[in-house]
Nanobody, 126 residues
Framework: QVQLVESGGGLVQAGNSLTLSCAAS????????MGWFRQPPGKEREYVAT????????KYADSVKGRFTIFRDSAKNTVYLQMNSLTPEDTAVYYC???????????????????WGQGTQVTVSS
């Protein structure tokens, strides 16, 4: 099973940018569909973005479309989430997740993902 470690979270002002990293160990990330999810304070976990095994296909939640970009670096075995034009509504703990199911192309459901990182806090001040 792949182990995932997120980093890059922090406190930023609204309108600024932040890039989260999700470093993998134990397995090559190229075998997994990767996703980013987040859990705002007092709310349930929600889908943010996914990227295909090849990196050629990405999907986003409507709330982040046009502002966030998910991409992967195979050489570094890492997946990233570039977040621009941040708003206080983006404040959350962000998690990366890996899905091994070879029959799926993507999923917005966290239940479909097999491995999760510990999360990294992103706080956006107004």
């Amino acid at each position: 099973q792949v182990q995932l470690v997120e980093s890059g979270g922090g406190l930023v002002q609204a309108g600024n940018s932040l890039t989260l990293s999700c470093a993998a160990s134990g397995r090559t990330l190229g075998s997994y569909i990767m996703g980013w999810f987040r859990q705002p304070p007092g709310k349930e976990r929600e889908y943010v973005a996914t990227i295909s095994r090849s990196g050629g296909s990405t999907k986003y939640a409507d709330s982040v479309k046009g502002r966030f970009t998910i991409f992967r670096d195979s050489a570094k075995n890492t997946v990233y989430l570039q977040m621009n034009s941040l708003t206080p509504e983006d404040t959350a703990v962000y998690y990366c997740a890996a899905m091994a199911n070879p029959t799926r192309l993507y999923s917005i459901s966290g239940a479909d993902y097999d491995s999760w990182g510990q999360g990294t806090q992103v706080t956006v001040s107004s």
